[in-house]
């Protein structure tokens, strides 16, 4: 199916999902004083957005717990997130990736904007933001330092080798496509164009880190919390990954999504994310941008944002809206992004 009919379709294949799960009939049995409900999905399931099948009611599954609804890949996985975020963690101390590819212009915006609201923080942008300075100093140090860690970048997902998986940094794209180029290393993806998985941070790559400090990695990216397909209820993915090394939570998304509404969703995750826990902070960004007008964000931006040249870039990605319009209603701009582990 193309892309464009697809994000047409989503509403209605929800609908449909929702209907073959009989989860009117699920949600029922939950007791009414639960608040907050962790989803561990089976095969398949682990691909959709579960968080936002539409209730009879007409609010989505996330409307129905306060506390928001999050996932784990297993319920041993759940256990170990459990433990880590036992553990005390120092500092909130921020380290970032920024638009290593630099064809995302709303990453700039995004990392910028969250970067305002830590004291401590540390950026690799553009350019620099490759493999190999990952693993300098004093790179390294603030890499495994971290208390939040935030990609904003390309992400890729292997479908047919999970631990090939990636997210995509500086000086990985190629062009032309050596003649001899193994398809194991190499991702096409263009006649002319492919990314060197060598110089990705793999999941092979991630299972190596130790995140220790860590509370909460998060993926602004496409594809980073698809599984492979195997016959075993535990998936092997970048959110399992990244658990593995450390991190008791991690946000990631389900499919290739909007540059411009995933910089708005995650600056908005952050600033909730100061008074509230992952699921709840992700929750309520998500229901922010769905209801959100064009006016409302605009007038937001404005006060949120400390570039002119920020505001006027969203003002004229939304020039064609009129003021009372909600841009970014379709599930598509919102839904793909996950709460992951504790």
């Not at 009414?32 to 682990?46: F, G, Q």
């Not at 784990?72 to 920024?98: D, E, G, N, T, V």
């Not at 006027?312 to 598509?332: A, T």
Request: aromatic share 8%; charged share 20%.
């Amino acid at each position: 199916m193309k892309t464009k009919q697809w994000i047409v379709q989503l509403t209605n294949q929800l609908t449909e999902l929702a209907s073959i799960l009989q989860i009117d009939q699920i949600v029922s049995l939950v007791p009414s004083h639960c608040k907050k409900v962790i989803l561990v999905p089976h095969l398949d399931l682990h691909l959709l957005p579960l968080h936002v099948l539409p209730l009879s009611s007409g609010k989505y599954l996330i409307d129905k717990f306060s506390d928001g609804v999050s996932y784990a890949p297993s319920c041993q996985l759940l256990q170990y997130a459990q433990q880590k975020l036992q553990k005390p963690r120092q500092s909130r101390h921020l380290f970032a990736i920024q638009n290593p590819i630099e064809d995302l212009p709303f990453t700039d915006i995004e990392v910028e904007t969250i970067a305002a609201n830590f004291k401590s923080h540390y950026i690799i942008k553009q350019n620099a933001a490759t493999k190999f300075s990952l693993s300098q100093q004093p790179n390294a140090n603030h890499l495994n330092d971290a208390y939040l860690l935030h990609f904003s970048c390309h992400g890729y997902f292997n479908r047919e080798s999970s631990l090939k998986s990636a997210l995509i940094l500086a000086n990985a794209r190629i062009s032309p496509i050596p003649a001899d180029a193994d398809s194991s290393r190499f991702l096409k993806v263009s006649d002319n164009v492919a990314i060197d998985l060598e110089k990705c941070l793999t999941l092979e790559d991630i299972f190596q880190l130790n995140l220790g400090n860590c509370r909460l990695v998060v993926l602004s990216a496409c594809e980073t919390g698809l599984t492979n397909l195997g016959n075993t209820d535990e998936y092997i993915g970048l959110p399992s990954g990244f658990i593995r090394a450390g991190s008791p939570s991690v946000v990631s998304s389900l499919w290739n999504v909007s540059d411009i509404s995933t910089a708005l969703l995650m600056i908005k995750f952050y600033e909730n994310l100061q008074n509230l826990d992952v699921p709840l902070a992700l929750k309520e960004a998500q229901t922010w941008l769905r209801n959100a007008t064009k006016q409302e964000l605009e007038e937001w931006a404005s006060n949120k944002f400390h570039n002119p040249e920020h505001i006027v870039q969203l003002q004229s990605s939304l020039f064609r809206k009129p003021p009372n319009s909600k841009p970014f209603e379709s599930p598509y701009y919102w839904a793909a992004f996950c709460a992951i582990g504790k």
